[in-house]
């Protein structure tokens, strides 16, 4: 292993790229191999057993690409998958809830915290237990938003339905008094400037990709393996066929995907 190996991403499908967008922009010298499980997305309603289960395989697959590091860019499988993940590889494992966690506390004056995500993530109540081990005394209060993946696959954003539903899913939460709230989805930062309009600007949106990249620096730069150099273009896998991941992926990672490969599950 060295600076010039690559760092191994993976997520459910495309809401990833916005990681790796993070990433790109926090560490452009560095080589990405990203895994997008198509085939098999979403994660976000799927059992606990069975997120485990793709994860592992997912992280299988990016092993044998001889990774520095392994970012797990999927809300979903971050809030369920990471000591199994940690257990099973040679090299470090960061998830997006504890760099996303580390910044909600960071961005909270009053100590009243929203989030927002899949069934899954709020299911697995891995967010309320990374904000209380950084600060036991918080507010805490999560509202599972499943359409929101949809809407922003779709490119629906800032249209009437994501108004609409944007407003009917966080009634409860803009009358919380939260001061932050944060975005538990890989998808949901596509919405960020809907779901701003609709909590205000006296409520900050934490975007758990940004916090990701910069937990990712902040490991490569410890173990002295961030990339000095350009280490060479980034690689995309999926599995299923690749085009809709080319087309819809896009808009996730803010640059055109040049291709994907797929692989066989
Ligand atoms: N990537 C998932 C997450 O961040 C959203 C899509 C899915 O449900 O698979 O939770």
Known sequence: MSSSSPIGVFDSGIGGLTVVQAIGEALPHERL??????????????????????????AAFLADKGIKLLVVACNTASAVALPGLRAQLDVPVIGVIEPGAEAAVAATANGKVGIVGTESTIRSGAYVQALRRLRPQLEIYTRACPLFVPL??????????????????????????????????????????????EMGAAVALVDSAKATAAAVAADLAERGLLA??????????????????????????GAQVDSAVQIER
């Open 33 to 58: 191999v990203y895994l997008g499980d198509t085939g098999r997305t979403p994660y976000g309603t799927k059992s606990q057993d069975v997120v485990r289960r793709y994860s592992e395989e997912n």
């Open 152 to 197: 922003a696959e779709e490119g629906w954003v800032d249209n009437d339905v994501a108004r609409s539903t944007v407003r009917l899913y966080l009634a409860s939460l803009k009358t919380s008094g939260i001061d932050t709230l944060v975005l538990g989805c890989t998808h949901y930062p596509l919405l960020a400037a809907t779901i701003g309009e």
């Open 228 to 253: 000095t150099e350009p280490a060479g273009p980034s690689s995309f896998f999926v599995t299923d066929a690749p085009d809709r991941f080319v087309r819809v992926g896009a808009r996730f990672l």
